[in-house]
């Protein structure tokens, strides 16, 4: 089945906001081996909207639009779809009530202009809100829902689940399964990996993300065994590249070794300027392990905050491996991490160039260092040196510990 994705929204095209609904739009379908076979930005303009939806409609079978759902006089998506569908708008007095009980318990006045977020075209199926106001809208095979993305997270996999059903599309269900890889470029990825994929009906992607690059596999349900063989290979193969499946992180898996074998954490940043910390914390119970977090981004912080001596800084520089196992045997805990380098744009030199960095990792009495130079902007750069150290400390936690 082919979907077409229209997205609703002047500000997609005027820079004011960048489209992220279609992705996860798309990864949504491809659990249901749904296939968007295009997707079209268009402007707060009734016949533009109009000339959208007529487009789908003689090329796919199901048409997706997202934004244009709120009460304001640039909000008309549902309008069009009405005239489209050559049906009237109305309201459901049972959803007026609920959203007025939502304005009331968020401690917001109700206005006439509000109940504009309820109408639906005539004979239209809604999907509940949980998150937000205005419902997701179903009529003719074309769904609505609002802009604001966990909105949209919220009631896409309601709609899926019941569209799947209603259509009779579940009978071989398609399976996905990612494997998230951090340390070996795309390329190489592909080379080591597609002698696995013989058998006709079982398919491979790779996927690059800010935390790795996922190679994702995909077929019917029925051959989840068949797959499943396949990922044993691929670990057998080039297991030391792979930190986690599906929903894994970085982070998460750090967090989750650190409570396996209680062992507490605490960081030492200078160029990633706290990023590393705030990584960690981003994942629930991570209280459980993580003690204290160091921004020591001058000299006198690193010698104040973490005993690094004042001849090291002087012989070997802030950006050194002297400067960053001082740094790191400075923090009192189990695990130790530290970073330092150059994350630019000014600021290097032939010899310390822009993207040199050093991290530490302590654990317990031991100590490891690595150099790595990055490429990058300066935000590029910080986030690399993050995903790397949080990378190695897994390596070393998982062969060590």
Same mark, same amino acid.
């Given at each position: 089945m082919k979907v077409g994705v229209i997205l609703v929204g002047t500000e997609l095209l005027n820079g004011g906001m960048i489209d992220t609904n279609s992705i996860y739009i798309a990864e949504e379908l491809n659990k249901y081996g749904l296939e968007m076979e295009f997707k079209i930005v268009v402007r707060d303009f009734k016949d533009e909207i109009y000339r959208a939806i007529d487009y789908c409609k003689k090329n796919v079978d199901l048409i997706i639009m997202s934004g244009?759902?709120?009460?304001?006089?640039?909000?008309i998506t549902k309008e069009v779809i009405a005239e489209y569908v050559n049906k009237p708008l109305v309201v459901d007095a049972e959803e007026l009530e609920e959203l007025k009980d939502k304005f009331i318990k968020g401690g917001y006045t109700f206005t006439e202009i509000n109940k504009k977020e309820v109408e639906k075209p005539e004979g239209s199926v809604t999907f509940k809100n949980d998150v937000g106001m205005a419902p997701a809208v179903y009529i003719d095979d074309i769904v609505a829902?609002?802009?604001?993305?966990?909105?949209?997270?919220?009631?896409?996999?309601?709609?899926?689940?019941? @569209?799947?059903?209603?259509?009779?599309?579940?009978?071989?269900?398609?399976?996905?399964?990612?494997?998230?890889? @951090?340390?070996?470029?795309?390329?190489?990825?592909?080379?080591?990996?597609?002698?696995?994929?013989?058998?006709?009906?079982?398919? @491979?992607?790779?996927?690059?993300?800010? @935390?790795?690059?996922?190679?994702?596999?995909q077929s019917k349900r029925s051959n989840k065994n068949k797959v499943e063989k396949i990922i044993k290979k691929i670990y057998n193969k080039i297991g030391k590249f792979i930190f986690g499946e599906d929903n894994d992180r970085l982070e998460g898996k750090v967090v989750e070794l650190l409570r396996e074998n209680k062992l507490s954490i605490s960081t030492a940043e200078s160029c990633t300027g706290g990023m590393l910390a705030s990584r960690l914390i981003d994942v629930s119970g991570v209280s459980e392990v993580f003690y204290e977090g160091i921004v020591s981004y001058s000299n006198e912080s690193k010698m104040k905050r973490l005993g690094v001596k004042k001849e090291t800084l002087e012989k070997y520089g802030a950006v050194s491996e002297e400067t960053v196992r001082e740094m790191v045997m400075g923090l009192q805990t189990d695990v130790g991490l530290a970073t330092t380098g150059i994350a630019g744009p000014e600021g290097g030199t032939e010899e310390k160039p822009v993207g040199l960095v050093y991290m530490g990792i302590k654990i317990k009495d031991r100590v490891y260092v690595e150099k790595r130079v990055f490429k990058g902007d300066r935000n590029k750069i910080r986030e690399r040196t993050v995903s790397h150290t949080l990378f190695t400390l897994i390596k070393i936690l998982n062969e060590d510990v």
């Open positions: 244009g759902l709120g009460p304001t006089l640039d909000d829902f609002p802009g604001v993305p966990r909105e949209l997270y919220n009631m896409l996999p309601k709609f899926l689940a019941w @569209y799947t059903k209603e259509k009779n599309l579940i009978d071989d269900e398609i399976y996905i399964k990612d494997l998230i890889t @951090y340390g070996m470029p795309e390329s190489i990825l592909d080379k080591e990996v597609r002698e696995f994929f013989t058998e006709e009906g079982i398919y @491979y992607e790779f996927l690059v993300k800010d @935390y790795g690059i996922l190679i994702r596999l």
